[in-house]
């Protein structure tokens, strides 16, 4: 059988989205990342789940580290893909997944319209296996989403100033639509994206028919319609936190501008490692500038990957010096427009990032993420089209593409390894630069604790009183009120006689320190591993005992939170208060 040079392609996508596909779903339920964050969200997706779409809150999560909420969007989707898995747990998962797989031939689109296909074909074949990427893609969180509708958002809106474009109008519809909804995923999307939309837009100038710029800004403001009814709701709570927002990120970060700037400059060049290779052993020094002195600090630590981290940097600005080069040489439009809009990508996202560098997270990077596989494409197209034969610049791009593929793969195996043993062995993991996870900790592993101590509940007819650390602890009470228990928090001051207390820690943890708080008050009992957690038993001392049994029947005192009070749209429409939701009740103070 003879196969065309476009079979051959089309097949050759169809491998790499699968490997892609099969990366982000293998094992999702059994190893699903489910924490605070994630615990957060379910309860209000099964809410609507019982109810319906009237009862999703018209504000979403809020804007890490702020008391400002983002956009529902993020809740729409979790319902949805909720609704048709039947779980909100995995649903919600699956759902963030769906469109970890659906960027990946999107971006080949995109990629297509600057790059040969070869060159093309390698940079899908990189992303699909991506260990930062593949990791984003394979649980339910606001900002995971990001990736996807900025490159939906970014190549309808290439289509968009193309003059060689019939349909420029609709592709500014839905460059529209995707760009606003990437906005009520993570607060730097919702700052950067626009920007560089608008520059794109004041550049080119395109000729579009007034109707479908009209379109463009209706469908923006129906998007933003539930946050607008919740203002009008609170009177304009969410709005004032975003102009704290805006002054507390930057505020809080008392460095030298040289300082932000040489952090900033290291922060990208080590993210883009991550990236591109999954390698998370690369450093940099912390540049200091004192009293007009510019001096350097690096540890023990640091030392050991200080040499990638330089490399890092190095090949990051040659990468950007050949997108100049090559946008400065192209010219054909379509083809320049590209690479006009990656500077701007660049651009923005490192301007807006600058007040933020010491405080930078690797979630941060998501909305641009993408950039780097575009950057490394430029990096290699210059060096094939400036020093090498055409059969030598084929062999150095399959050399970098197939390495770094290689890269990944093993990162990420090594990944699915801890995690397929976290159940059953302490496993020790390495400082983690993708999730920030202290310890893989699986959705699996939870059950299985939520189970032992539903089991002894039952056996006693005893409540359970836990507590755990900040990253479990929400998840597994989530997990415990899933099965109809009678649950609290373990505490100090209100000890019952009638119930089982337990400590849920880290394996490998300091237990002496997480135990001495409550030694005082409790003996300890019997420890029961469950591989990189361990559920350690409580007895209380009878001088502890404040009171019998907990009546879980009796009134909640009520609770003051910062966070802004956001509606439903049951809420909004019936005048009715809205219900007490805050995101992290470590943060409330209870009204005595």
């Known amino acids: 059988m003879h196969w065309s040079k476009k079979q051959v392609v089309w097949g050759m996508i169809f491998l790499i989205v699968g490997l892609g596909a099969w990366l982000r779903v293998y094992h999702l339920d059994d190893w699903l990342h489910f924490e605070l964050d994630q615990a957060r969200d379910v309860r209000v997706i099964d809410i609507a789940l019982e109810g319906d779409l009237a009862d999703l809150p ?18 729409w989707l979790e319902y949805l893909g909720s609704l048709l898995l039947g779980d909100s747990v995995v649903g ?20 297509r ?8 074909l390698g940079l899908l074949g990189l992303m699909a296996v991506s260990t930062f990427m593949v990791m984003y893609g394979r649980f339910a969180w606001n900002p995971n989403l990001v990736p996807f509708f900025s490159l939906l958002g970014f190549y309808a809106l290439l289509r968009a100033v193309d003059d060689e474009e019939s349909h420029r109008g609709r592709w500014l519809l839905l460059s529209g639509f995707a760009l606003a909804l990437a906005t009520h995923m993570h607060f730097l999307a919702f700052l950067a994206l626009p920007t560089i939309a608008v520059l794109l837009l004041l550049i080119k100038r395109p000729r579009i028919a007034l109707k479908f710029w009209v379109g463009a800004f209706g469908i923006v403001a129906l998007l933003y319609l539930p946050m607008m009814l919740n203002e009008i709701a609170t009177g304009g709570d969410n709005a004032r936190e975003f102009v704290a927002a805006l002054t507390e990120k930057s505020e809080k970060e008392d460095h030298p501008l040289i300082e932000k700037a040489v952090r900033n400059v290291s922060e990208f060049g080590l993210h883009s490692v991550v990236i591109l290779t999954g390698f998370e052993g690369a450093t940099f020094p912390s540049i200091i500038l004192s009293d007009g002195v510019i001096g350097s600090v690096c540890d023990a630590k640091c030392d050991r990957g200080k040499w990638y981290g330089v490399a890092a940097i190095i090949l990051l600005g040659l990468a950007l010096l050949s997108l100049t080069y090559l946008w400065w040489r192209e010219t054909e439009t379509k083809k320049k427009d590209l690479l006009l809009l990656a500077l701007l990508w660049f651009g923005v996202t490192f301007v807006l990032y600058l007040p933020l560098s010491y405080g930078i997270a690797p979630r941060f990077f998501l909305p641009n993420a993408p950039l780097f ?21 084929r ?18 195996l090594a990944r699915f390894d801890e995690l397929s043993r976290a159940g059953t062995e302490a496993v020790v993991s390495a400082p983690d630069r993708i999730l920030k996870e202290p310890t893989r900790v699986t959705l699996e592993q939870q059950k299985a604790i939520a189970d032992f101590l539903a089991r002894r509940s039952q056996e006693s007819s005893l409540p359970i009183y836990m507590a755990s650390e900040s990253h479990y602890e929400r998840a597994l009470k989530y997990h415990l009120d899933q099965r109809g228990l009678e649950s609290d928090g373990l505490g100090i001051t209100h000890i019952y006689r009638e119930g089982l207390y337990f400590l849920i820690i880290r394996a490998t943890s300091d237990h002496t320190d997480a135990l001495e708080k409550y030694l005082p008050h409790y003996t300890v009992g019997e420890t029961t591993s469950f591989g990189t957690l361990v559920a350690i038993e409580l007895v209380p001392k009878q001088e502890s005992i404040t009171a019998e049994r907990q009546d879980f029947f009796a009134p909640e005192k009520p609770i003051r939170s910062r966070v802004a009070p956001r509606y439903t749209l049951r809420e909004f429409l019936s005048r009715e208060e809205p219900n007490k939701d805050s995101d992290d009740p470590a943060e409330d103070v209870q009204d005595e």
Do not use: E
């Not at 596989?373 to 610049?393: K, P, T, Y």
């Open 113 to 120: 319209r600057f790059f040969p296909v070869p060159l093309a």
């Open 58 to 75: 018209l504000l979403g999560p809020r804007a890490g580290g702020t008391f400002l909420r983002l956009g529902p969007g993020f809740y």
């Open 373 to 393: 596989f575009i950057l490394l494409g430029c990096f290699i197209l210059v060096l094939q089209r400036l020093f090498f034969s055409v059969r030598l610049g």
């Open 395 to 412: 062999a150095l791009m399959g050399g970098v593409i197939g390495f770094f593929i290689f890269t990944n793969l093993h990162f990420l």
């Open 92 to 111: 919600s998962a699956a759902m963030v997944a769906f469109f970890s797989i659906l960027s990946l031939p999107l971006f080949y689109l995109l990629a």
